[in-house]
């Protein structure tokens, strides 16, 4: 762990990838992390923010520091065709790239702890040789290199052999669940527990092709043989939507594969954000002590949702101005910083859902229409008119004299449209008094307009 | 539990050192220990890993149909239960040390359906004959008597057919030299893993004598593939002594085109099944333990041979589950209790076991799903506070059902979705 850690790594990149070197401190397994660590495969899904890079790091530092028995690890990360793959096109893709992975992972293995190798029984090394030949792609002169880095003399010597020897004709055409099966016996036969492959990259691979992706791993996971061999498991972390979509895989529905869903309690968001913020600040701290008003805690568990990222995104400005202040905030002190950095309006027009920050609001279907409205012509102000026919009455036009269709006298909406705003920044607005200004509905006085402010 | 984590002490920290004790909390199982049980029998949901099996397999009804000598069709829904007989019913042929009894062969389809044409008998035999050699020499492995007692003349013809159709052969004699047949089982098809082993003495000479063999100059063979397998059946039957031979197929929805189409998977099973009650006069008995969506394509394709096939459905209800668990906590715990009600801190007037089949979609796996996790549930909460009571509480089974209702009812909705055709 780097010793000055800023606010900036711990709460700011939130990318897990970015924390490696102090990711393991601040960490805080999910629940059943214990179980995802076991000797099957797994199917984790969570949402966006939830901590799935972070999971995978972890359990993948979990993997590499076992030492006994230890495991042979390796990340793959499918390409796939241009065109949909039937599942002998997948067994190919899976033996030609996860295999590779997996040659390369094993000689890594073997360059800094050659002996496993040298006192194997001889049809294990015989097999393993042959494996690596096999299935290793690439120059084996850049590999070589690569490997030096870490490499003991011993080490790089048995590897030189591995990548020169001439392997016995073991299995010209051997069936995917073939090699997999005398792998696996070959690498116990070195001390190893097994093998764990990690899936990577599903996620982005399902943003840019999702018909492509969800039908290359469905059928993945739908070749049952793959999953039978208990030391030879897969764990796959991947979004909850691709992950709901994975079900129906005959390997998930048979329970070849254990399913999680990432969820987060409160009390274990705060342990999270706390844990993160005593590394920072390099002694234990309780979210409650950074503000004197208890009012910001519950402002907190209002907006941050429930993932790790709306707790430590929402955090990070209240902590900045700690540090800044080297004490406590008061009331007024945090609504300042709150009004600075406030947690951004989105509505997901689709679900019918409102969002600050991280957290769902409730709206009555009135200020629903009011404010989707608002939000879809967010980029400029609306007359109370306008929101009133167009919003609530849903008028393709808004009537502007007596003879236009549709058209009521003022006075009859005046009273429902000051109402009906009131009630949505009641909703909406964290900070209720009469003489507070509003954040997110503000009316422009003296125009009669009205616009959405700090929205995405 | 309150976790214990370093940071400010050591920067150098293990990253897991806060978290180790809460993962070993969970993984090491102390409800074994806590509950007096000798093994997990929940831990396998893939019945060809349980070496326990044998131990609480229910439904004689089932297993009848699997071991008389008639072919037979054994359907149920993925997670029915199918693999877990198929491998009884393999075991089941080896109780008594071998000899007399059927010989099993486990038969899985082959992965690659070229251009989804493997359809055709000989190309069923081609594969069949593979799996037949590997439980041949697997069979020896493990009983090393059977191909010893054979007179010279047939041990050469085995010994020869086992290496025309394993080339490299000399690569298993030097597993088998380890001494574990399981190695090579595990290697080869792990249903045929018998989880013992063989005197060594008499191991090592089944080594010594294969390898002579091994030496000599093969014999040139050129038979068709159906004389191949008539030969081969012979052996076991006639020569080497067993019963009849059960040729076991399994695995039909183990890739995404046949689970996706059972019309398809039908096709490619019908002339194999076509062939079944011919082989009756020989001895040679196919089982095949098909998953449900075939059986109405099957049987459309088979209409002449339909009846001479033993059929049965592995349909499971309430009374079943509870019984499944309750034997497997039998076995577990040799007898001690039968109910996980003896655990438990419930009122003992509650039938655990029946409520917990009722909470679950009626298949083994499932109630086995849920079972495993109160196992979590309360292995995570006695982690949390190791001085609360060793019983199972209501909370666990609570937040167990809580957790199978929720997060597993995608699952669910398919299951019923398949089942509904």
């Not at chain 2, 000899?99 to 069923?124: A, M, V």
């Not at chain 2, 002594?241 to 046949?258: H, W």
Request: charged share 25%; with cysteine; glycine share 4%.
């Amino acid at each position: 762990m780097s010793e000055s850690l800023d606010l900036t790594q711990a709460f700011e990149s939130l990318r897990a990838e970015a924390e490696t070197p102090w990711l393991g401190q601040a960490f805080l397994p999910p629940r059943e992390f214990g179980l995802m660590t076991g000797p099957y495969s797994i199917l984790v899904m969570g949402e966006d923010g939830s901590g799935k890079t972070a999971l995978e790091i972890q359990l993948k530092a979990y993997a590499a520091q076992k030492e006994t028995p230890r495991l042979l690890i390796a990340s793959w990360r499918p390409q796939l065709s241009t065109e949909a793959a039937s599942s002998d096109q997948v067994a190919e893709a899976f033996m030609s790239q996860a295999m590779d992975s997996l040659s390369f992972a094993f000689l890594q293995t073997l360059v800094r702890d050659p002996v496993i190798y040298s006192s194997a029984p001889s049809w294990a090394r015989d097999f393993l040789l042959w494996f690596v030949q096999r299935y290793l792609q690439d120059d084996r002169e850049y590999h070589l290199s690569r490997l030096a880095e870490r490499a003991t003399s011993d080490g790089l010597e048995t590897v030189k052999r591995l990548l020169s020897e001439t392997p016995r004709s073991l299995f010209p055409q051997s069936a995917p669940a073939s090699v997999l099966s005398h792998l696996t016996e070959a690498v116990k036969a070195l001390g190893f527990q097994g093998i764990w492959i990690f899936v990577d990259g599903l996620d982005s691979l399902f943003r840019i092709s999702p018909d492509r992706l969800e039908q290359f791993v469905i059928n993945l996971l739908s070749t049952l043989e793959y999953f039978e061999d208990p030391a030879f498991v897969f764990k796959v972390i991947v979004s909850r939507d691709l992950g709901l979509s994975l079900q129906k895989a005959r390997g998930v529905l048979t329970r070849r594969f254990k399913t999680y869903h990432i969820k987060w309690q409160e009390e274990e968001l705060i342990r999270l954000t706390e844990r993160r913020a005593a590394l920072l600040l390099k002694r234990d701290v309780s979210l409650t002590q950074l503000c004197k008003d208890d009012a910001w805690f519950q402002w907190l568990k209002k907006y941050a949702g429930d993932s790790p990222r709306g707790w430590l995104d929402l955090t990070r400005p209240i902590l900045a101005s700690y540090l800044e202040k080297g004490k406590s905030l008061s009331k007024t002190e945090w609504l300042d910083v709150y009004r600075q950095s406030p947690p951004l309006l989105r509505l997901d027009l689709e679900t019918g859902h409102v969002f600050i920050g991280y957290g769902k609001v409730d709206v009555s279907a009135i200020g629903y229409k009011l404010l989707a409205y608002l939000y879809e012509n967010r980029h400029r102000s609306c007359t109370k008119s306008e929101l009133y026919y167009r919003a609530l009455r849903e008028l393709a036009k808004e009537p502007r004299i007596k003879e236009d269709a549709g058209w009521e006298d003022f006075s009859s909406w005046e009273g429902i449209m000051d109402t009906a705003l009131w009630r949505l920044r009641l909703a909406v607005e964290w900070n209720k008094c009469e003489d507070a200004n509003p954040l997110y509905i503000v009316s422009e006085r003296g125009r009669g307009q009205i616009h959405l402010e700090n929205t995405w | 539990m309150k976790l214990h984590w370093g940071i400010l002490n050591s920067i150098q920290v293990s990253v897991f050192s806060h978290v180790s004790m809460w993962i070993f909390s969970v993984m090491e199982k102390f409800w074994l220990n806590h509950f007096g049980f000798r093994f997990d029998p929940f831990e396998h949901l893939e019945a060809s890993a349980d070496s326990n099996l044998n131990r609480y397999l229910i439904g004689y009804e089932t297993f009848s149909i699997a071991w008389m000598e008639s072919p037979a069709l054994l359907f149920s829904p993925p997670g029915g239960g199918k693999t877990a007989l198929r491998i009884y019913t393999a075991r089941a042929c080896w109780t008594g040390a071998g000899g007399y009894q059927p010989f099993p062969i486990h038969y899985h389809l082959p992965h690659y359906f070229q251009k989804g044409n493997f359809s055709t008998l000989e190309e069923h035999l081609e594969q069949i004959v593979h799996s037949s050699v590997h439980a041949l020499f697997l069979a020896f492995a493990y009983y090393p008597l059977i191909f010893l007692k054979a007179p010279p003349t047939l041990q050469k013809q085995l010994a020869q057919f086992i290496f025309t159709w394993i080339p490299n052969i000399d690569y298993y004699l030097e597993v088998l030299r380890d001494g574990q047949p399981d190695r090579i089982a595990a290697q080869l098809d792990r249903s045929y893993q018998l989880h013992q082993t063989p005197d060594p003495s008499l191991l090592s000479l089944l080594c010594e004598t294969l390898e002579k063999y091994l030496a000599e100059q093969p014999s040139p063979i050129s038979l068709s593939i159906q004389k191949i397998f008539e030969r081969l059946t012979k052996w076991i039957t006639q020569d080497l002594g067993f019963r009849a031979v059960y040729l076991l197929l399994d695995g039909v929805d183990g890739f995404p085109e046949l689970a996706r189409s059972p019309g398809f998977a039908a096709e490619s099973l019908v002339n194999l099944f076509a062939n079944a009650p011919t082989w009756t006069e020989e001895r040679i008995f196919l089982k095949g333990f098909l998953p449900l969506e075939i059986r109405t394509h099957l049987q459309a394709r088979l209409e002449k041979q339909w009846p001479a096939f033993g059929q049965v459905e592995l349909k499971w209800d309430e009374a079943m589950l509870a019984d499944l668990i309750r034997r497997r906590v039998y076995a577990a715990t040799d007898g001690e209790f039968a109910s996980l009600s003896a655990v438990s801190a419930l009122p003992s007037v509650q039938d655990l076991e029946l409520e917990l089949a009722r909470a679950v979609y009626p298949l083994p796996r499932e109630a086995l799903v849920l079972v495993k996790q109160i196992l979590f549930e309360y292995e995570k909460r006695w982690g949390e506070n190791s001085n609360s009571e060793k019983r199972i509480q209501v909370e666990d089974i609570e937040k167990a059902l809580a957790w199978y209702r929720t997060d597993q009812a995608p699952i669910i909705e398919e299951l019923a979705s398949i089942a509904r055709g």
